[in-house]
């Protein structure tokens, strides 16, 4: 009769597909770390500060900013020379506009004078109360994606949030069961 005892410092032989199946979780683990953190920067940062995530429609602000990347702009108490800003060109109006701060006119009363890094002229100046924040970091291309998802965004990242706290939810609770019907390694002596 063979009698199987455990063995100090020895695990059981992996099973047929289990490297693959920890190479597909570690690559699945990853890539939802890198999508909560996307998430994190797109929508929870900018609420955080007070300030907005905004997309970039055109390529005024090239190479620095291209068409579909996403600015974080953030209100600041006063902006200097070569602060990239968003500000509404036209006071009340929602349109808004990402531009580099060349200059700055401190008369009677405060003006910041913009343009885009890729524009020959100045834009018209503005006052500070026009002037919607400073850019404090931005994420390539993941404004395509917003402008996809439309008005919906909030709750496409809720849901996206919620997906994932579920399946990362899952793997923990599927490895430590496995953990235990694994159990420890165990070797089988020749003894009877």
Do not use: K
Not at 19 to 33: D, K, P, Q
Not at 56 to 63: D, I, K, Q, R
Not at 138 to 156: D, I, K, Q, T
Request: aromatic residues 4%; hydrophobic residues 40%; contains cysteine.
């Amino acid at each position: 009769m063979a009698t199987t005892v455990a063995a100090p410092g020895t695990t059981t032989p992996a099973r047929p597909g289990s490297f693959r199946r920890a190479v597909l979780s570690g690559t699945t683990a990853v890539l939802l770390v890198a999508l909560l953190l996307l998430a994190g920067a797109v929508a929870v940062v900018p609420r955080v500060l007070g300030g907005a995530a905004l997309t970039v429609l055109t390529g005024s602000m090239e190479p620095t900013y291209s068409p579909g990347d996403m600015v974080v702009s953030v209100p600041q108490e006063r902006y200097e020379v070569g602060d990239v800003v968003t500000f509404q060109p036209v006071p009340g109006d929602p349109t808004l506009i990402t531009h580099r701060v060349v200059g700055v006119s401190l008369g009677a009363e405060t003006a910041y004078v913009t343009r885009g890094d890729a524009n020959g002229a100045d834009d018209d100046p503005v006052s500070p109360e026009q002037v919607m924040g400073r850019v404090v970091y931005h994420v390539p291309h993941v404004g395509h994606l917003a402008g996809a998802v439309g008005p919906h965004r909030s709750a496409v990242v809720t849901a996206v949030a919620c997906l994932l706290i579920g399946y990362g939810s899952y793997l923990v609770i599927a490895d430590s069961r496995a953990g235990r019907r694994r159990g420890p390694g165990l070797i089988t002596t020749g003894e009877s």
